[in-house]
């Protein structure tokens, strides 16, 4: 398990998630604590991978972008972790788990429209050793997603 | 949680390659200086200010603090399938999308006609949102979930940025 953030962390971490091009300076004067302390907590918390200041880009300025769940249930149980290790290297596949319930593995990713997902599931999830079938489901509606949320893992 | 909901003024830009670079740079590093950005891409450092500044304002790109989902408290991500009657997915979706711990929503075709992703931080809030919360929404009429065991992979990079 990882560490949970302090209530110091949460603070600071509060105002990079709405915009973490602000200076540690600024941080540091609406908090009342002083730079050296925001730079060191911000480092840390990169360094322990409990926080990643990244770019998103908005998926609405995206031409015929659509979300695809994809379910794959592998050969035999045991192949799982592995195939989900070789799913993970696929740069298109923005999420990969090893579920429980509903199918083996869950992967999603960003499509132009339904013959592009037939397409990338038949030439790059079922050439997968171990896949012994996908199905996939395609969003029509993108709603919500939190980005300020999600399990850091590279 | 705060409000991060888009400002109804955003208009489309197109992106060229120095932009894609800057995005690119920022993807990897989120702090990354403006200076270093400049001396990266061989460009004027106000050029850089000025290209995210258009970026962010016409909110084709923000740069954030991703919060690990452990960190925050959160052992458990599940993935649910949502059948609704009587109502309009639409409608159901957006209820949902107003729920803190749904944190991804989506209306689909197919075998079920909304995926969420959720999180919790015990079984006991698990049981009071998925019973309490979820199945409570008028118009749900089965929720199949599947509880994540390993994320191995986890990179939100392109989002709605029309969030509730």
């Known amino acids: ?154 | 949680m705060n409000d991060l909901s888009a400002s109804t003024h955003s208009r489309h830009i197109d992106l060229d390659n120095t932009d894609q670079a800057i995005i690119a740079l920022l993807r990897a590093d989120g702090r990354m200086a403006y200076r270093a950005i400049a001396r990266e891409l061989d460009i004027a450092e106000n050029t850089v200010r000025a290209r995210v500044r258009r970026m962010e304002e016409s909110n084709t790109m923000r740069v954030v603090a991703v919060t690990d989902t452990e960190a925050a408290g959160f052992g458990m991500l599940l993935a649910i399938g949502v059948q609704v009657e009587g109502r309009s997915p639409e409608v159901v979706a957006r209820e949902m999308a107003a729920i803190p711990e749904v944190f991804s929503v989506n209306v689909v075709v197919g075998a079920q006609d909304i995926e969420i992703l959720v999180l919790s931080k015990n079984q006991a809030a698990l049981s009071e949102l998925i019973s309490g919360t979820l199945g409570a929404i008028s118009g749900v009429r089965r929720l199949t979930p599947a509880l994540a065991l390993d994320v191995l992979k986890n990179q939100p990079d392109w989002v709605p940025f029309h969030a509730a």
């Open chain 1, 1 to 154: 398990m990882r560490r949970k953030l302090d209530a110091a962390d949460l603070a600071i971490v509060e105002r990079l998630s709405r915009d973490a091009r602000v200076s540690n300076r600024d941080i540091a004067e609406r908090l009342g604590v002083t730079e050296g302390t925001v730079r060191a907590r911000v480092k840390r918390m990169e360094e322990e991978k409990l926080i990643r200041i990244t770019a998103v880009t908005n998926i609405d300025r995206f031409k015929d972008a659509a979300l695809a769940y994809i379910w794959i249930e592998v050969e035999r149980s045991g192949q799982t972790k592995a195939v989900a290790e070789q799913l993970a290297d696929i740069t298109e596949l923005g999420f990969v788990g090893v579920m429980l319930g509903r199918s083996d593995i869950l992967a999603i990713t960003m499509v132009r429209n339904a013959e592009h997902l037939a397409e990338f599931v038949h030439q790059r999830i079922s050439v997968v050793a171990g896949v012994r079938s996908a199905h996939s489901t395609l969003g029509v509606n993108f709603i919500k997603h939190d980005y300020r949320m999600a399990r850091i893992v590279s």
